[in-house]
């Protein structure tokens, strides 16, 4: 995503998201269409998960940079 991030409030403004810094140092966000799950850093990377195919996850990261915009 090329920027720094501030994953509290990612977390919170964003539905299916979940943010535990105790536990994990990522927000995991995940979307129903593709079915995919992201892993979102405060550096600004993203890992993707969980997609059929390379176009879907291409879709997906697409669709949680949105979000993050949002």
């Known amino acids: 995503l090329n920027c720094k ?7 919170l403004h964003a539905r ?7 536990r994990f140092a ?12 992201a ?5 600004g990377k993203m890992v993707c998960t969980g997609a059929k195919s390379e ?3 291409r ?3 697409r669709k949680y940079a949105r979000i993050i915009q949002k």
């Open 55 to 57: 176009e879907d996850s």
């Open 26 to 37: 990522a927000v995991i966000m995940r979307i129903r269409e593709p079915r995919t799950t």
């Open 39 to 43: 892993l979102i850093f405060s550096s």
């Open 5 to 11: 991030l501030d994953l509290k409030k990612i977390a």
């Open 16 to 22: 299916n998201a979940e943010y535990n810094p105790k």
């Open 59 to 61: 879709l997906a990261a």
